[in-house]
């Protein structure tokens, strides 16, 4: 049995399950919406609050793991410990809670795994694919074949950090919609330009974000699991019509993710924008399952 956790700033997520054969078969997973990318006070400091209610939650899942061998976990943390001054207190106790390393991760490497969580979930193919994951505090592009990453791009943008910015008090106005998609494509702009230059022929969309967008188009009598332009802005005018969090007709979407709803479909509109993207279907794979392939490979028994 193998555990890995994936420390974001939106949510902490557990995966628990066996490789068998090259194939993930999955025991257990959870999810819990801390929002630790919110709780980041003016100094930089994540906040005495959101860091207990962080490390609570990994009692809880090393109470769950309590039946894995330490050397068969692995944890991650991302963007908003990257940015945490004190990242050090919480990932020191995180160490004894969960009695395993826990890797503060680049933005590159967390594109990495994200990849490799998304494609071995799905079918071989040589068809190149482009993946997008847009978290709490940043978004990760990538391309690649088969199992193998060619190009990837973190980008300090994510759903969290755009509900703070642009929907604080809940409203969804237009004018709230345009500030936050410029500003999602201009902080893209520099990066994506070297991926354009590749070809990819298939594109899917990763975790939280993407998976919140395909539900909610689902409740709206769109296809499960796809995202078009169409459907997409079809959304954001919904959003718009709707004028606030508190009125969204919406029951696909669980109630946390409501806060961020807003954050995360401008983040989307600007990345459809700046890749020039028609279509997007919703991966099952994500970082936590690449995390938990890269396990499997690196311990003796499987040599």
């Not at 399950?17 to 100094?43: F, M, Y």
Request: with cysteine; proline share 5%.
């Amino acid at each position: 049995m193998l555990a890995t956790i994936d420390i974001g700033s939106n949510s902490i997520l557990l995966l628990m399950g066996r490789i068998v054969n090259g194939r993930l078969q999955i025991e257990h997973q959870r999810k819990e919406t801390i929002r630790l990318g919110g709780a980041l006070d003016p100094s930089g400091n994540l906040q005495p609050q959101a860091l207990e209610r962080g490390l609570d939650c990994l009692r809880r899942y090393a109470g769950l793991m309590a039946q894995v061998a330490p050397e068969h976990r692995r944890a991650v943390a991302t963007q908003t410990l990257r940015e945490a001054h004190n990242r050090d207190i919480f990932l020191s106790q995180a160490r004894t809670i969960l009695g395993c390393a826990v890797e503060l991760i680049s933005g590159e490497r967390e594109a990495t795994l994200i990849y490799q969580g998304v494609s071995s979930l799905l079918p071989d193919s040589a068809a190149p694919r482009l993946v997008i994951d847009i978290g709490g505090r940043s978004t990760e592009i990538c391309i690649g074949r088969h199992h193998t990453l060619q190009a990837a791009i973190s980008c300090p943008i994510g759903s969290v950090a755009w509900a703070q910015r642009f929907f604080d008090q809940g409203t969804l106005a237009a004018s709230c919609f345009e500030a936050a998609q410029a500003a999602a494509q201009a902080a893209l702009q520099p990066h994506v330009k070297p991926l354009q230059a590749l070809p990819w022929q298939q594109v899917f969309g990763s975790s939280g974000t993407a998976g919140a967008i395909g539900k909610a188009l689902h409740q709206m009598d769109h296809p499960a699991g796809e995202i078009s332009r169409a459907a997409l802005h079809q959304l954001r005018a919904q959003l718009i019509q709707a004028g606030h969090i508190q009125h969204l007709p919406l029951p696909g979407v669980r109630e946390e993710l409501r806060p961020v709803i807003g954050g995360g479909v401008s983040i989307m509109c600007a990345v459809f924008d700046a890749l020039q993207l028609q279509h997007m279907r919703v991966a099952q794979g994500a970082l936590r399952h690449g995390l938990m392939f890269e396990l499997h490979q690196s311990l003796p028994l499987h040599a």
